[in-house]
């Protein structure tokens, strides 16, 4: 099983980045990105359904960034749209292999999923 994320990038603010994660060896139960400012804890971004329909994401990015996958080519992305400088962290993809809570909550906590990208960097200049 492998998650490997992609698509980080500098930009300026105000400006567009898609986060990739190609997923392979597995189908999963539901899939999210987290993301780790320097000196910060990790942190929720969005989370998904593997089917879709489910999307849910933290406050501070809503109507600002779209989780979503690609059926076909099996990748998981991130669309980061008027992206501003309080963006600026390292990105991960993130896997869980069923689908056992019932509540989201569950799923905005890290200790949920299974498997892990590696990470890709996001840097958003003012």
């Known amino acids: 099983v492998q998650l490997q994320a992609s698509g980080g990038g500098l930009v300026q603010a105000g400006g567009s980045l898609r986060l990739s994660c190609a997923a392979s060896g597995r189908t999963f139960g539901r899939y999210g990105w987290f993301r780790q400012a320097p000196g910060k804890e990790r942190q929720f971004v969005a989370t998904?359904?593997?089917?879709?329909?489910?999307?849910y994401y933290t406050d501070s990015v809503k109507g600002r960034f779209t989780i979503f996958r690609d059926n076909i080519k099996n990748t998981l992305h991130l669309q980061m749209n008027s992206l501003k400088p309080e963006d600026t962290a390292v990105y991960y993809c993130?896997?869980?292999?069923?689908?056992?809570?019932?509540?989201?909550?569950?799923?905005?906590?890290?200790?949920?999923?299974?498997?892990w990208g590696q990470g890709t960097l996001v840097t958003v200049s003012s």
């Open positions: 993130a896997a869980a292999a069923g689908t056992a809570y019932t509540r989201t909550y569950y799923y905005t906590l890290s200790t949920t999923y299974d498997y």
């Open positions: 998904n359904t593997w089917r879709g329909g489910s999307a």
